[in-house]
């Protein structure tokens, strides 16, 4: 019998996380049965909340969300999209908010696609863009498997995040559009919530980038802040239907090349006739998205 005892002095450790380190302990020494209940309460913990949940889901612990979801679950420590969860006042458990935010995504997506008769499922490849530290991914990636799944992001913490994690390609995306070079053209190309962030500086010339991406019979899809995020949030639109604030709930990208941005369906209309022409539009769906952004879907011709 193992009688080993933690002899560490934690005695000026918070409580969460004196659990946290404890239960870590008994799973390096593979006291898994001991570690369960220690890195449980840790979870439920905000200090300890995000470390434990990963020792949990990485160890396939009893009460692993990968376990019900059959996927993997472990979040990394600068995700922003997270800690906006995390530090919402409606939200009472933000790692199920979280995970099922992205399902949500998935859901609304596939929704999105089979309208424009491009079933997600048929996709050959598809680029996440602007694809963060993974939200969206693994719900994609077990959709579609990994090998069809290319993502791309500004921040290479994020992007190697979920190479290492989900087993997706990915490369590193470039603060000027003009500097991006891409490694292949791809049957979808997505980019949830980047035009809602863009300065007008950049707005255009990222269109016309990313459609640039798409291969031939490919589509782009983009979503935007339109009328009802406008409404809601009390903006007022510009002459030519814009809007920007140099602030977001991004910590690792400057503010003035990612703030929040505003824009009337006329504006985006505008931008795309002028960079990639209008005939291109194939459909618009207002609130597509978390029932706040407007999506437009842009094909190539073969």
Known sequence: MDTWQDTTDRSALPPAT????????????GQRSAAIELLQRARAEPGT??????????????????????????????????????????STNPLRDYLADGWRTLSELMLLLEAVGRPLLKTGSFLEFASGHGRFT???????????????????????????TFGVAGFQSSSTPEDLVWPQRYDVVFVLSLF?????????????CL???????????????????????????????????????????????????????AFVRARIAETVGAE???????????NHQDAYVLVKPS
């Open 211 to 265: 459609y640039d991406g798409v291969a031939p019979g490919g589509v782009l899809v983009f979503t935007t802040h339109g009328a009802r995020a406008t409404a809601f949030d009390k903006v007022t639109l510009d002459d030519e239907g814009f809007f920007f604030a140099p602030s977001s709930e991004s910590n690792a990208i400057d503010p003035n090349e990612y703030g929040t941005t505003f824009t009337s369906e």
């Open 280 to 290: 291109r539009l194939v459909h618009v769906a207002p609130v597509q998205f978390w």
């Open 196 to 208: 809602s962030h863009l300065p007008r500086s950049t707005w255009g010339r990222w269109l016309k």
């Open 49 to 90: 909340r995000l470390a434990a949940h990963n020792l949990i889901e990485r160890n396939d612990l009893p009460g692993a969300f990968g376990d019900m979801m059959a996927m993997r679950c472990e979040i990394a420590p600068a995700d922003d999209i997270f800690h906006f969860f995390e530090g919402h006042p409606t």
């Open 18 to 29: 004196e659990l946290l380190q404890t239960g870590a302990t008994l799973l390096e020494r």
């Open 138 to 164: 693994r719900h994609l990636v077990k959709a579609l498997g990994a090998k069809r799944v290319t993502v791309s992001d500004v921040v290479p913490d994020a992007v190697d995040f979920s190479r290492r």
